[in-house]
C-alpha cells in the first residue's frame, strides 16, 4: 500500500512538473536565455551545435548559434532533396514501368522476347497497396493473362539504363551495406530492394525456423541461429558483393520472431528474377532466360515493339510522404537520381546534384558553402549550414509546395520517425519536423507553432557527441517545447 502511494505521489509530481512547463511562457530574451541553457548542457561540452531559429511572421531572427558552420547533417539532406524533387518533377508525377514485346501472341504463347523497362520507380512494393510485397507483379501477370498470355517462348530482358550503374552513394561506409537503410539504388527496383527475414524459435537446441519475403530463391540463406534458454541475440548479414545471407545468434525458445531487413545486391536481377517467379507461380510458363539489355548482341529498338502494359506509380507527393514521414533512404536515392534523370536525361547522383544547387542558388540557399554528397544524408560528406536549412524551409513555407512538403514532415508525437517523442509536451501533434542521425549527429529540422499562433522554422544539428543519442535529443525536444512556449511581449 505504501509503495503504491509513493508510486502515485510521484506520478503527481511529473504531471505537475510538466504542466508547469507547459504553462510557462517566455519573452524573446527570456526564450534565448533558456535555449543558451539548453545548448550549454555539460551533456554537449564536447559536441559542436548549430542552431537558427526565424520568426516566418516578422522574418526575425529569434535565436542563433553557430548557424553558418558546416555541419554533418545526416537525414536532414532529405528535406533538400524532397524539395528539390517538389519543384522540379512537380507533387503529382508519377514513375512510368513498361513491358514490351518484340512478338506475337498466339494460342496462348509470345512468340518473341519480353522487356520489362523502369524509371527508377521506388514503390514496386505493397508500401501503399494491401497485399503480398509481389502484389504489383501478380497485378501484371493478371494483365498479361487477360492479352491471352499462357506462355512465353523468348527470353525476359530487364532495361535499367535508365539509371547509371553505381548502386551506392558517394562515401557511405563499406560496413553497412547489407542493412535495409543502405539499400541500392537502380532504374529498376523492387520491394525498397531489400528482403525481410522473420526469424522464430524451434524446439530447444535446434536450428531456429525462418520465412523470408518475398518467397524468392533470388537470396540463399544461411541459417546458423540455434534455439535456446539464453537471451535472444540474432544477427543478420549479407556476404559483401553477393546475395548469401547468414543469419546467427540464438533465439530464446519464448521469444516473439524476429525481423530484420537486409539490402540485397544488383537490383534489377532482383526484380526480374522474383518477376519471372511471380509469372511462373500464377499461371504462366516462361522458357527464357532473364538477360541484361544492355548486355546481349540482341538490337531493341522500342519504337518498333508493342507495349503489352504501362504501370504507373502513386503521385509524387504520396512518395515523399513515405520518404520524410519514415527517413527512406532508399526512396531519398531515388529522387536524386530521378531529378537527374528528367533535367538532364540521365539518372545518376551527380546530375541530381547539379540541377538541385541550381534550384537552390534561385532560391536563396547559398550554395557556395553548401556540399551535398547523395540524397538521403547517409554520406558524412554532407555539410550543411543551420541558416542555409532555414532558408530553404521559409521559401518552402512561402511557395506554392507548402502543404505538399508541410504534409510531409513527421509530427511530433504522433507519427513517422517523431512517433515517440515529444509526447507530453505542448509540442505534441504541433511540431512538425525532420529528424536526422547517424554516429555522434543528432538534427532536427522544421516548422514549430508558437502558444500565440507564430509559426518559427527551425534548424539545430549536433555533431561529435560522447553523450548518447537519447539524452542529446531529449536537450532537442526540450529546446523546441521551449519554442512553444515563446510570447512576444
Not at 79 to 101: D, M, S, V
Not at 223 to 235: F, L, M, R, S, V
Not at 333 to 351: F, M, P, R
Request: proline share 4%.
Amino acid at each position: 500500500m505504501i509503495n503504491k502511494l509513493i508510486l502515485i505521489l510521484f506520478l503527481s509530481c511529473v504531471l505537475s512538473a510538466q504542466n508547469d512547463t507547459l504553462k510557462e511562457q517566455y519573452s524573446i530574451n527570456e526564450l534565448r536565455e533558456q535555449l543558451d541553457d539548453s545548448f550549454n548542457d555539460p551533456a554537449l561540452n564536447n559536441a559542436f551545435a548549430g542552431v537558427f531559429i526565424r520568426s516566418l511572421k516578422t522574418g526575425e531572427t529569434v535565436y542563433k548559434k553557430n548557424p553558418d558552420k558546416l555541419f554533418v547533417p545526416a537525414s536532414l539532406v532529405k528535406l533538400f532533396t524532397t524539395a528539390a524533387a517538389l519543384f522540379i518533377l512537380g507533387p503529382e508525377y508519377t514513375y512510368e514501368t513498361t513491358i514490351y514485346t518484340d512478338g506475337e501472341i498466339s494460342d496462348g504463347v509470345l512468340k518473341g522476347d519480353l522487356i520489362v523497362s523502369g524509371s527508377g520507380d521506388p514503390s514496386i512494393s505493397n508500401r501503399f497497396y494491401s497485399g503480398s510485397s509481389t502484389i504489383i507483379f501478380e497485378e501484371w501477370v493478371q494483365e498479361l493473362k487477360n492479352k491471352g498470355v499462357r506462355k512465353i517462348e523468348g527470353n525476359l530482358y530487364y532495361d535499367d539504363h535508365a539509371f547509371d550503374d553505381i548502386p551506392l552513394g558517394k562515401g557511405w561506409a563499406w560496413d553497412n551495406e547489407s542493412y535495409w537503410f543502405a539499400a541500392p539504388s537502380g532504374a529498376l527496383s523492387f520491394n525498397d530492394n531489400s528482403i525481410e527475414i522473420r526469424i522464430s524459435p524451434a524446439e530447444l537446441k535446434f536450428p531456429a525456423k525462418y520465412t523470408i519475403s518475398p518467397n524468392t530463391s533470388y537470396a540463399t540463406i544461411i541459417n546458423k541461429a540455434i534455439t535456446t534458454e539464453d537471451d535472444t541475440q540474432i544477427e543478420v548479414t549479407r556476404e559483401r558483393g553477393s546475395n548469401i545471407i547468414y543469419i546467427s545468434g540464438t533465439i530464446n525458445y519464448k521469444s516473439e520472431p524476429v525481423v530484420k531487413n537486409i539490402a540485397i545486391a544488383e537490383p534489377a536481377e532482383y526484380f526480374m528474377h522474383v518477376f519471372n517467379e511471380t509469372l511462373n507461380a500464377n499461371g504462366i510458363l516462361t522458357e527464357g532466360k532473364i538477360l541484361d539489355y544492355d548486355d546481349t548482341d540482341k538490337f531493341i529498338i522500342k519504337d518498333d515493339m508493342t507495349p503489352l502494359l504501362v504501370h504507373r506509380s502513386v503521385p509524387l507527393y504520396r512518395i515523399i510522404n513515405e520518404t520524410n514521414k519514415n527517413s527512406n533512404n532508399f526512396y531519398s536515392e531515388q529522387l536524386l537520381k530521378t531529378i537527374g534523370l528528367e533535367v538532364y536525361g540521365y539518372g545518376s547522383a551527380e546530375n541530381g546534384l547539379e540541377a538541385c544547387r541550381k534550384l537552390f542558388n534561385e532560391i536563396g540557399v547559398n550554395v557556395d558553402n553548401l556540399n551535398l554528397a547523395d540524397g538521403s544524408g547517409l554520406s558524412r560528406y554532407n555539410l550543411v549550414t543551420p541558416r542555409q536549412t532555414v532558408n530553404l524551409l521559409t521559401y518552402l513555407y512561402k511557395s506554392e509546395m507548402s502543404d505538399y512538403f508541410y504534409n510531409s514532415l513527421p509530427i511530433a508525437g504522433f507519427d513517422g520517425t517523431l512517433a515517440n517523442r515529444m509526447k507530453k509536451t505542448h509540442a505534441r501533434n504541433n511540431l512538425r519536423a525532420k529528424p536526422g542521425y547517424s554516429p555522434a549527429v543528432s538534427a532536427l529540422a522544421g516548422y514549430v507553432k508558437t502558444v500565440s499562433g507564430e509559426i518559427l522554422a527551425f534548424s539545430v544539428i549536433i555533431n561529435n557527441y560522447l553523450s548518447s543519442s537519447n539524452l542529446v535529443n531529449y536537450i532537442i525536444d526540450n529546446a523546441c517545447n521551449k519554442l512553444v512556449n515563446f510570447v512576444r511581449n
